[in-house]
């Protein structure tokens, strides 16, 4: 189970207003200092979010208070939804190898290199990595839903082209692989 963890960073009155009313809140709470920061034990399965009056360098997931005063009511709001955006793009961005997939601008990139995917694309690619050693037909059936006793080359060409793109894009010769088991992705 996923849990959103409020850090509130040096924000002393802040803690203890939103200590008096946690029990309404859809969030835990914790205070914390420089030094509790930097030590804390981030656990990737909870999402976090820190507010704080100023930035934090280093810190991501950061919501900064400094246009005040703000009714509890709405600053709890901008919290929810804050919440909200970081898990969304959290959940949006996948590792495949050196590669970083962003499923909301369907963009492989690594470094400073990055290449615009199609949909087919993409979806071929999360299917691969999810499965490993996939057989033509079960790419057929599942990412481009056709009968997989049809007799077609999309798959092969699709891959194909792929291949050429990330040749070119990032001089990667093997991102897919074919093996007599199926496609995987290295």
Do not use: A, C
Request: proline share 2%.
């Amino acid at each position: 189970m996923s849990f959103r963890i409020l850090i509130i960073y040096e924000y002393q009155i802040l803690y203890q207003v939103l200590n008096e009313i946690s029990e309404s809140l859809n969030f835990e709470i914790i205070q914390s200092n420089n030094k509790d920061l930097k030590e804390f034990k981030y656990d990737p399965k909870n999402n976090y979010l820190i507010v704080s009056k100023k930035k934090i360098e280093g810190i991501k997931n950061s919501l900064i208070l400094d246009n005040l005063p703000i009714r509890i009511e709405k600053l709890i709001e901008i919290i929810n939804i804050k919440f909200l955006k970081d898990k969304f793009l959290d959940q949006s961005h996948i590792k495949i190898g050196k590669y970083n997939l962003d499923l909301n601008s369907r963009k492989i990139s690594v470094g400073d290199k990055s290449l615009d995917l199609t949909e087919r694309e993409t979806n071929l690619i999360i299917f691969i990595k999810d499965k490993k050693n996939v057989t033509v037909k079960e790419l057929q059936k599942m990412v481009w839903d056709y009968s997989p006793d049809l007799d077609t080359h999309t798959v092969e060409t699709h891959i194909y082209r792929l291949r050429k793109k990330m040749r070119e894009t990032f001089g990667n010769e093997s991102f897919i692989i074919n093996t007599s088991n199926g496609y995987s992705i290295d």
